[in-house]
């Protein structure tokens, strides 16, 4: 028996049934081993030994890795098919040292998609661990890890962030640096004014282009109004242009792209496509068959396998026409594109979406499989042809122009259209000279209004064209943001929070060089070289690690506390201001006379009211927290009033109410002995005899 290991459980069935009797499939479920958390700083390295990486099995995958052990003893041999990326690679060479495999003979299988053809083609053509990728791997940990536990650190102590790191914190800064456009946005006035042209069979409403055929805006009311008195109640047609225009398909997706289109088309989250995208690669149930609908997922190439495009020319050719058949599309090189893989596309033409649909359970999957199998064949097909026709009306000077656009050749959006694919709009019979009544004017002053924030798709985007992160990363970093709590996502629409400005404003203040998106990209840059056998893995991180830790060292020393955000109202028990404190269980309102003073509240979105009054004042009860973080029911007048109930565990019943305090008579324990107490204690110190009953 022959031992294959991948990385996906929802894999081993699949590739078990294509390889056939004689072979073992078995899945590791991720990485196995991570660097330790011990040595110098915890981050499991020996710098002055060459960086030295000692690593550790996770707890979790213990079990897995007494199991894979006992398989490989039985194996004849074991053969390593994990994802054919870094981290695939590194996972395959884990696995060799956890075996005890020999690098030298040890099978490595690559393949892109989850199909028979792939499969066999993998495993008649198997290669050896890619040690430059395992390198390139290595060092990209510790270099995350490094940066990572050093800067949270640091930021922990100082302002009480919850993390820093080499990608996430250069993301975090172009979202602060867009919203601090936004911010300071100063709206310029100007003017809209449109015609509606009667013709002799409609209606057009033509806009406002300038004077004399030369472009102009309105910005101000004193121009708004010469132009008024200046027209007339007729506008002659100047000017008739057509212009014959095409429109290239795009490229197969990338990760990025595809994260992108998902969005605009369905309001996907990057990290929902991501893992709609992992199913649809890992297959779905056909006919009591697991197949792969996709290639590989994580990729920043647009390139597509030689096969696919003969089978895909075949099918456009034959199913849609020759005159569609098109160019192949290489699409523009984004910052440290690796192009080592092919763009994610269909696995067969012939697995039409409208056939598999029932396939599909859930409707999110069946979209995104139609959206990338319709955008892999398009991309290989001919240009939208059309064309655009502008009408210049003058009257007495001001120009309008009206536009259409009439498509000559439909080409790729046969098959795929989206949001920027404008519908066709008739050009109107207008006479060349002739003149038309202008029926009414729409004019009226508006302001320019200030960028729109980023979409999680458009952060992806910008991180894949200044080269920060991987394909991989890109929607982990946004979901990573999201748990810290520096950035909110609603609807897709991102936007940081003040502790999110607060860490980016620290870190850019003392760490500009570490955040700074040109060193993340650099630095991607260098792993590359590592990857190509062009630098050393050694020399990489001594230029890294040395210069970092002295930077850290500096900077930690002259750093200070910034100075806490006034709430805007007075400590109701002292009269100090009241202003926002983090700890590491969130932000929170506190006195600033503390220690001295230790009044603090929940931020009002958090605060839960009961449907029940304070039986001291009558105000509504709410639930709070005490320093432990253990709840309690407590007065909304607090602190004029001061009636507390202390609540016990979840499951206690409450038997009957309390005859002396009106609170709740709970079944409680003293030494081994039941019996009835009432849950405002100490301040009601009632109790009772319990006799147990079934009801």
């Not at 294509?18 to 915890?42: E, I, N, P």
């Not at 020319?313 to 984004?334: F, L, N, P, Q």
């Not at 979901?479 to 003040?498: A, H, N």
């Not at 955000?565 to 590491?584: E, F, I, Q």
Request: glycine share 6%; aromatic share 10%.
């Amino acid at each position: 028996m022959k031992l294959v290991i991948v990385e996906s459980p929802n894999k081993c069935n699949t590739i078990s049934k294509y390889l056939g009797a004689g072979y073992k499939v078995m899945a590791t479920k991720g990485h196995l081993r991570d660097l330790s958390k011990k040595g110098v700083g915890g981050f499991g390295i020996e710098p002055d030994s060459d960086f030295k990486a000692h690593y550790e099995i996770d707890s979790s995958k213990y079990k897995i890795v007494n199991e894979l052990r006992a398989e490989s003893k039985k194996a004849e041999e074991v053969i390593l098919a994990t994802d054919p990326d870094r981290e695939g690679e590194a996972i395959a060479w884990h696995l060799a040292q956890i075996l005890g495999l020999d690098l030298s003979k040890t099978k490595r299988l690559e393949f892109h998609e989850i199909t028979k053809e792939s499969i066999n083609e993998a495993i008649n053509n198997p290669r050896l661990i890619d040690m430059n990728l395992v390198q390139s791997q290595e060092s990209r940990r510790i270099i995350d890890r490094v940066i990572g536990f050093k800067l949270s650190n640091i930021m922990q102590k100082k302002i009480k962030s919850r993390s820093a790191g080499r990608v996430q914190s250069a993301t975090l800064k172009l979202i602060c640096d867009h919203e601090d456009e936004i911010k300071n946005f100063v709206p310029e006035e100007y003017w809209s004014l449109s015609a509606e042209i009667g013709l002799d069979e409609s209606v057009i409403k033509a806009n406002f282009y300038g004077l004399n055929n030369k472009a102009k805006k309105i910005s101000s009311k004193e121009v708004n109004d010469k132009i008024l008195e200046q027209m007339g109640q007729f506008a002659k047609v100047s000017d008739i242009k057509t212009v014959s225009k095409k429109q290239e398909s795009k490229p197969a997706f990338t990760t990025s792209s595809l994260q992108q289109e998902a969005f605009n088309q369905y309001g996907f989250s990057a990290s929902k496509t991501a893992s709609l995208a992992q199913e649809l690669y890992e297959g779905i149930e056909i006919d009591g068959e697991r197949i792969g609908l996709i290639t590989y997922i994580r990729t920043d190439s647009t390139q597509l396998s030689a096969s696919f495009i003969a089978s895909a020319t075949k099918y456009i050719t034959e199913h849609i026409g020759k005159e569609y058949m098109g160019t192949i599309k290489r699409g523009s090189k984004v910052k440290n594109a690796q192009n080592a893989h092919e763009a994610i596309r269909p696995t067969s033409v012939y697995r039409f979406p409208e056939v598999l649909r029932p396939s599909f359970k859930r409707t999110d999957l069946y979209k995104l499989y139609k959206l990338i199998y319709q955008r892999a064949i398009a991309s290989l097909m001919t240009p939208k042809e059309y064309e655009t026709t502008t009408i210049t009306f003058d009257s007495n000077g001001v120009t309008f122009k009206y536009d259409t656009e009439k498509t000559t050749f439909d080409g790729y959006t046969k098959v795929y259209r989206s949001k920027e694919d404008t519908p066709d709009v008739a050009t109107p019979n207008v006479v060349l000279g002739n003149e038309y009544a202008i029926i009414k004017i729409k004019n009226q002053q508006e302001f320019t209004t200030p960028p729109a924030r980023y979409s999680e798709a458009k952060v992806v985007k910008l991180m894949e064209e200044m080269g920060i992160g991987r394909p991989s990363t890109y929607a982990s970093t946004i979901v990573t943001l999201i748990k810290r709590d520096y950035i909110v996502s609603q609807k897709g629409i991102i936007t940081p929070t003040e502790v999110g400005y607060r860490t980016n404003h620290v870190l850019f203040k003392y760490f500009p060089e570490i955040i700074d998106v040109n060193y993340t990209a650099n630095m991607e840059t260098e792993l590359d070289q590592i990857q190509d056998g062009v630098k050393s893995r050694v020399e990489v991180l001594n230029d890294f690690y040395y210069p970092f830790m002295d930077l850290c060292d500096e900077k930690a020393k002259i750093m200070y506390n910034d100075d806490p955000v006034p709430a805007g109202r007075n400590c109701p028990k002292c009269g100090s201001p009241l202003v926002y404190k983090n700890s590491t269980f969130g932000e929170f309102v506190g006195c600033s006379n503390y220690p001295h003073c230790k009044y603090k509240e929940l931020p009002e979105k958090e605060i839960e009211y009961l449907d029940e009054t304070c039986p001291k004042c009558g105000k509504k009860l709410v639930y709070r927290y005490t320093t432990n973080h253990r709840r309690f029911v407590g007065c909304s007048g607090y602190p004029d009033c001061d009636f507390v109930r202390h609540e016990e565990a979840n499951d206690k019943k409450v038997i009957k109410e309390c005859p002396e305090c009106g609170g709740n008579m709970v079944v409680k324990k003293y030494k081994g002995r039941s019996y009835l107490g009432c849950t405002n204690y100490p301040k009601c110190k009632h109790t009772e005899k319990y006799v147990y009953s079934k009801k």
